[in-house]
């Protein structure tokens, strides 16, 4: 079997507190997690879950309370482990009295490239992130948006092996965002490892082999978008056309919404035959029946709720995925 | 300048000029021609000293602003913007960073006292019409001067390391007054009757950076001969001093959170 390309073992960090540093406030309670290589893997929370925090240990930049990691088998610290992974922290800032391409040259001298290697791969990968134009403009003449795209260039321009992005959509346009999906795509396909933080669930369940919902600083649930909402069938979605003349039953047409001809309704899924037969008396043309799941977002919200309530929380913990 | 220290330096220098750090020069090259043109009408036989004084008070006041203001701000203003989030992502070990800043900004102070030279030499050529073999000390005297700022900015930077710019900058001018008056902290011990306050005053003597040695303007003004023994023994100290508060600073910087 091979090396997990990230390992991490009961992580825990604690920050000191209060006037007198004495009170510690745990920000990271335990977190154990693999991830594979070549996955794409989303690491998921709201705002003060923990998150970056876990950037942040896995990068060197914080020390562990407690816990350990490794990254393609080498303890995070390990400065030498940085040569094959690339980072980009939240709302990246850089020099700004630096252009782009003189940022990129200033980053790709400390992994040894020779000028001609540097100077190609600078072109490179402005140009792929949407910034060749741009490249001698100082930074500080920059956008979020732009800034943002200049920070994912810094953290692949050595072609690493594991990439660590911190909210890589945030402050993007839909366009910023597309470019930016279509980045991680791309070193996907290339073998890359991606794991990254967001909080914009459908990038997750587009983007990610598998996702972690971290809350108040403890794992809640690991697995693929897929298995982690699939739990149950909310209720079955109907659409279908009725012709004119024909009504529905009565109970039925409470229930259902229509935009002219087109009709749709939710029915439980243990109604869904019954339903139909009814439609089939009156003669309705069934367009679609689909079962409809919980999203990635209800998976979410309902393990962020359920923090509230320990009980429910436990409940929500989909057994078959935690590691 | 390929190493990671030099690379960081490199990069550290670039910041200064482009902040327009450089810029102290103007007020120096005019302080310097209006010393000269006033310096030439109204002094009689002392033009020389004064020129030669004044000149080496602006550079070393210049150069101690200049070092603790900008080595203040060296590793916090890294820290506050995350500048260094990206640049710790990369194959750097902190004390490498720590160093680059550190040749950074003494590369910076290099250049402006070199530049200051130039028109110390400039204003002194204005004023005597001729240099001298003599005037060799005034170069002495601004090495000095260097190897002073350079030992101010490695306590600045250790100071940055885990406390706020402000704190950083009164932690500096304390330590650097008190090492300018180094030798009387020694007296002190010396003529004191208690054996506390004489064991305590010969190891502050001993701890404290003692600044007063390298001051060696009154010699340059009056072109005294500097003894070479000097020469080598404050540039030994100053290495020697310069590495421990380093070691220090890498020691701290290596251990802090980044938050």
């Given at each position: 079997m091979s090396t997990p390309a990230i390992q991490i073992d009961g992580l825990t960090k604690d920050y000191a507190v209060g006037f007198w540093r004495k009170t510690m406030r745990r920000s990271l309670d335990h977190l154990t997690l693999e991830v594979n290589q070549g996955e794409a893997f989303g690491f998921?929370?709201?705002?003060?879950?923990?998150?970056?925090?876990?950037?942040?240990?896995?990068?060197?930049?914080?020390?562990?309370?407690?816990?350990?990691?490794?990254?393609r088998g080498r303890s995070i610290s390990d400065v030498g482990m940085h040569r094959e992974i690339g980072y980009m922290p939240e709302q990246p800032y850089f020099y700004d009295y630096l252009t782009a391409r003189e940022l990129l040259d200033y980053f790709a001298r400390f992994f040894g490239y020779d000028r001609v290697e540097r100077e190609e791969r600078i072109r490179k990968f402005l140009e792929r992130v949407g910034l060749a134009g741009s490249a001698d403009v100082q930074l500080r003449k920059f956008s979020k948006g732009?800034?943002?795209?200049?920070?994912?260039?810094?953290?692949?321009?050595?072609?690493?092996?594991?990439?660590?992005?911190?909210?890589?959509?945030?402050?993007?346009?839909p366009v910023g965002r597309r470019e930016v999906r279509d980045i991680i795509l791309e070193l996907k396909s290339r073998g890359r490892t991606i794991f990254f933080s967001t909080h914009i669930l459908s990038d997750a369940e587009m983007l990610c082999d598998r996702v972690a919902v971290l809350v108040g600083g403890k794992l809640q649930g690991v697995g693929a978008p897929r298995e982690l909402v699939s739990m149950e069938i909310k209720g079955m979605e109907i659409l279908f056309e009725l012709h004119a003349g024909y009504t529905l039953p009565s109970e039925m047409a409470e229930r259902a919404t229509h935009t002219g001809e087109r009709y749709r309704i939710v029915v439980p899924e243990a109604e869904v035959y019954v339903a139909l037969e009814k439609l089939k008396i009156c003669a309705a043309r069934i367009l679609s029946v689909t079962p409809l799941r919980p999203s990635l977002e209800d998976y979410f919200l309902k393990l962020v709720s359920g923090q509230k309530k320990p009980t429910q929380a436990r409940e929500a913990m989909p057994a078959e995925v935690a590691q | 300048m390929s190493t990671i220290p030099g690379i960081v330096a490199v990069n550290t220098f670039r910041e200064a000029v482009r902040d327009r750090v450089l810029y102290n020069l103007i007020?120096?090259?005019?302080l310097m021609m209006g010393?000269?043109?006033?310096?030439?009408?109204?002094?009689?036989?002392?033009?020389?000293?004064?020129?030669?004084?004044?000149?080496?008070?602006a550079v070393s006041v210049f150069g101690i602003v200049m070092a603790i203001f900008i080595g203040v701000g060296l590793v916090h203003k890294e820290i506050e913007k995350r500048t260094l989030y990206s640049l710790l992502a990369k194959p750097v070990q902190r004390w490498q960073f720590l160093v680059g800043k550190f040749g950074g900004l003494v590369l910076t102070l290099a250049v402006n006292t070199a530049l200051m030279t130039v028109g110390l030499a400039a204003a002194l050529f204005y004023v005597t019409r001729k240099f001298e073999r003599?005037?060799?000390?005034?170069?002495?005297?601004?090495?000095?001067?260097?190897?002073?700022?350079?030992?101010?900015?490695s306590l600045t930077l250790l100071f940055s390391c885990f406390t706020t710019p402000m704190l950083s900058t009164l932690y500096t001018l304390g330590i650097y007054i008190a090492g300018v008056f180094a030798p009387n902290i020694r007296d002190i011990g010396i003529v004191t009757t208690s054996p506390a306050a004489k064991w305590m005053a010969t190891a502050v003597y001993y701890v404290l950076p003692n600044f007063h040695n390298f001051n060696v303007m009154a010699a340059a003004a009056h072109q005294e001969t500097i003894p070479f023994a000097l020469i080598w023994q404050n540039t030994l100290y100053a290495a020697l001093y310069i590495a421990v508060v380093l070691l220090a600073a890498s020691a701290i910087f290596s251990n802090r959170d980044l938050k």
């Open positions: 998921l929370g709201p705002n003060g879950a923990g998150k970056t925090t876990t950037l942040k240990l896995l990068m060197g930049l914080i020390f562990p309370t407690s816990g350990s990691a490794r990254v732009m800034l943002q795209r200049v920070g994912i260039a810094q953290a692949i321009l050595h072609d690493p092996e594991v990439v660590f992005l911190d909210e890589p959509m945030s402050g993007l346009d | 007020f120096f090259a005019l010393a000269a043109v006033l310096v030439g009408g109204v002094s009689i036989g002392i033009e020389r000293d004064v020129i030669v004084n004044l000149g080496l008070t003599s005037d060799a000390t005034i170069v002495v005297a601004i090495y000095f001067i260097l190897l002073e700022l350079a030992l101010i900015t």
